[in-house]
């Protein structure tokens, strides 16, 4: 795959990139290793200085960064500016948190070990690969970057070949934000050349957010390794909606959690398990309020879906909607790629999909959605359990006693009862079976690429 920007709106390759030479990535390698010395003598007061001022770039920029990642992989142009504004939010957060997340620990009573003090302290583990995916060009890498950075770590980024613009810019918008050189660095290179970053014995961990594929990979590598990973991969989100919900707020949140960035998000809303009280209202609703969105420009505001980001993506959508209609689905709206420039399939619910049906187990990465009747909260369980993922789940009920009830059965990293999922900088983010492990953001995050280190002193 070229290292390349290529407008999905338009198909056209707006700028196409020399990938980093081996000697290139060697220099790398050398500059963040001499970086992260350096860094992790530095006070988190130095680091948080830069993060704060790295935060007031983006905000400053937040239009042409917006229109960078628009252009770069389709999603609607506010959606765009809320993720810029997002990671200066993150940023800031772990200027203002990491030094109390990363606190030393004293151990109360540390006669009981024989010890005049015992303690731990949080420690930085070294220079750390992220492997990234383009749905969210920047926000991805900033709720890595962000943390580990604060945490004494240097970066090295192996973005998505086809967002080489936001790349370039995070690297710089660090740099010029004072952060020394080496920090944080973009390495132009293929999922081919991830190998041998990763087998270099300069590189400590990874973190990885794409694909099951990818994670699988990588986390292999990285165990031959024996180096620390942490994988955010994909997610069939269940939104299961009850009899006491609050139907008008369900349905609007489910469009929203459905069509974000496109309908390509990890957490996004993908398999909607109605109650069958309820089920006849809520997919006509759902159904009719998915036909009526603006399909079109993701740079004009009006838009609310744009194109998929890439060709290959639209087309293994269309391909899995084709297996279901073949099968005997239901098409309540879409279901079809619509005959225009750019890579487009129209918003589609799909209901009454048979067994052995792909949509029922994979991940749709688009806008549609799959409606499945249950019959009581068991089944819709089962149903909501049924994928190898994990991700998140949300949950519409008003009755506590069946709030808690999911809350406690959903196989999932986070459950959202009567709200969307989103990341949030305060909360850990991660999932469990094929969604990954480990987790990002919050206390938990910072933590994941530190050593825990025990100190016990006579
Ligand atoms: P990929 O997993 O292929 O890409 C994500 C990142 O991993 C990219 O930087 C990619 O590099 C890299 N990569 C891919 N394969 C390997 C490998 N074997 N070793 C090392 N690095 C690798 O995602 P796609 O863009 O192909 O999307 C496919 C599917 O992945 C989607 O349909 C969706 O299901 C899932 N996905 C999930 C995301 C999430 O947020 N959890 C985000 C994006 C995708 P390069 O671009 O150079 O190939």
Redesign the pocket.
């Known amino acids: 795959?070229p290292?390349a920007t290529v407008n999905p709106f338009t198909g056209v390759t707006e700028e196409t990139f020399t990938a980093h030479t081996p000697e290139e990535v060697q220099e790398a390698l050398a500059r963040a290793v001499r970086a992260q010395r350096d860094l992790r003598e530095r006070t988190f007061a130095e680091r948080a200085g830069w993060l704060r001022r790295a935060a007031e770039l983006l905000e400053a920029e937040v239009d042409t960064a917006a229109a960078m990642m628009t252009v770069e992989m389709g999603k609607p142009i506010a959606q765009s500016e809320a993720e810029v504004r997002k990671c200066a939010k993150g940023m800031r957060f772990y200027a203002d948190h990491a030094e109390a997340m990363l606190a030393d620990t004293p151990l109360a009573d540390a006669s009981a070990v024989g010890a005049g003090a015992a303690w731990t302290r949080w420690e930085p583990l070294g220079v750390v690969l992220a492997?990234?995916?383009?749905?969210?060009p920047l926000w991805?890498v900033v709720r890595f970057a962000a943390p580990a950075l604060m945490a004494g770590n240097t970066g090295l980024l192996?973005?998505?070949?086809?967002v080489p613009r936001s790349a370039v810019y995070l690297e710089d918008v660090l740099s010029r934000a004072g952060f020394p050189e080496g920090c944080f660095q973009t390495l132009l290179?293929?999922?081919?050349a991830?190998?041998a970053v990763l087998d270099d014995e300069r590189v400590v961990a990874v973190t990885?957010?794409?694909?099951?594929?990818?994670?699988r990979?990588?986390a292999a590598?990285a165990g031959a390794g024996l180096k620390k990973a942490v994988l955010?991969?994909?997610?069939s989100d269940p939104f299961v909606v009850m009899p006491s919900a609050d139907l008008d707020a369900a349905v609007a949140t489910a469009v929203t959690s459905r069509t974000l960035n496109n309908g390509?998000?990890?957490?996004c809303a993908k398999r909607f398990v109605v109650h069958t009280d309820v089920y006849d209202d809520f997919a006509a609703r759902f159904t009719a309020r998915m036909a009526a969105l603006v399909v079109g420009d993701p740079l004009d505001p009006a838009t609310d879906i744009g194109p998929l980001?890439?060709r290959?993506?639209r087309d293994?959508?269309a391909e899995l909607v084709q297996d279901a209609v073949d099968r005997g689905a239901t098409v309540l709206t879409g279901g079809t790629v619509p005959e225009r420039d750019g890579w487009f399939y129209e918003p589609t619910v799909l209901a009454d999909l048979p067994e052995g049906t792909r949509l029922v187990m994979e991940?749709a990465?688009g806008p549609v959605a799959t409606l499945y009747r249950v019959g009581d909260r068991d089944e819709a369980l089962r149903v909501a359990n049924q994928t190898s993922f994990g991700?998140s789940s949300s949950v519409w009920t008003t009755d506590a006693d069946e709030q808690d009830w999911f809350t406690a059965r959903l196989e999932a990293g986070a459950v959202f009862v009567n709200g969307m999922t989103a990341s949030f900088p305060e909360l850990p983010f991660g999932g469990v079976k094929a969604?990954?492990y480990g987790r990002e953001l919050a206390a938990e995050g910072i933590r994941e690429f530190c050593n825990l280190k025990t100190v016990w002193r006579a």
């Not at 990885?208 to 994670?215: F, Y």
């Not at 955010?232 to 997610?235: D, K, P, R, W």
């Open positions: 795959m290292i492997v990234m995916p383009w749905n969210f991805q192996k973005h998505a070949s086809n290179i293929g999922s081919d991830v190998a990885l957010t794409g694909s099951e594929p990818a994670g990979s990588v590598r955010e991969l994909g997610g390509q998000s990890c957490v980001a890439t290959a993506g293994e959508l991940e990465f991700l969604s990954g």
